[in-house]
């Protein structure tokens, strides 16, 4: 346990220096515990949004447009203050917006919709047990290598994942395997 203790001492000064030895003003350093646990929780809201949101008895709408079938988005999702308020608990003003067009979230009669899709089966990917590497920072920028295991297979996916510090919110991802 001792060793442990001095190993994340040498980290954080590590990881200081590396940030020029000053961190702005109220801001936090970036440890790769964190950056694996703000990409978990990404990726689970990410997928909850592109199956349309949380949907209650009846809500679900589709509607035709330009010859493909959509959906209404749940209604903790369908305006785009509420959605971008979602967003914003996780990624950048800039990843929020190409996100919302990667998806093809749209504005239809007053409500947020997208495309329907059909229903992407369960990941292999076991975040719970993914490690980070942190591979560059800057004043308020950082980017982690992430290795999340897949299933049994003994093998690994590896995710190159850019976060940037928003003021008043924290650390927030940018760039996600872009």
């Not at 059909?118 to 990917?125: A, C, D, R």
């Not at 999340?148 to 850019?162: K, L, M, N, W």
């Amino acid at each position: 346990m001792r060793t442990m203790n001095v190993i994340v001492i040498i980290l954080l000064l590590l990881m200081t220096a590396a940030c020029g030895g000053k961190l702005p003003v109220g801001q936090a350093t970036l440890t790769p515990k964190d950056a694996v646990e703000l990409a978990i929780a990404w990726s689970g809201a990410a997928a909850m949004i592109q199956a349309g949101g949380l949907y209650k008895e009846g809500e679900y709408n589709t509607f035709d447009y330009k010859g493909l079938e959509h959906r209404y988005l749940a209604a903790h999702l369908d305006s785009k203050k509420k959605m971008k308020a979602e967003l914003h608990k996780f990624v950048t003003k800039k990843k929020a917006k190409r996100f919302m067009k990667a998806n093809g979230i749209m504005k239809h009669k007053g409500k947020l919709a997208s495309p329907e899709v059909e229903e992407v089966p369960g990941s292999l990917l076991q975040w719970d047990i993914a490690t980070a590497r942190q591979v560059k920072s800057k004043k308020n920028k950082m980017t982690f290598e992430l290795t999340v295991p897949i299933g049994d297979t003994r093998t690994a996916e590896t995710f190159i994942v850019s976060y940037t510090y928003v003021k008043k919110s924290g650390w927030r991802i940018d760039k996600f395997n872009e």
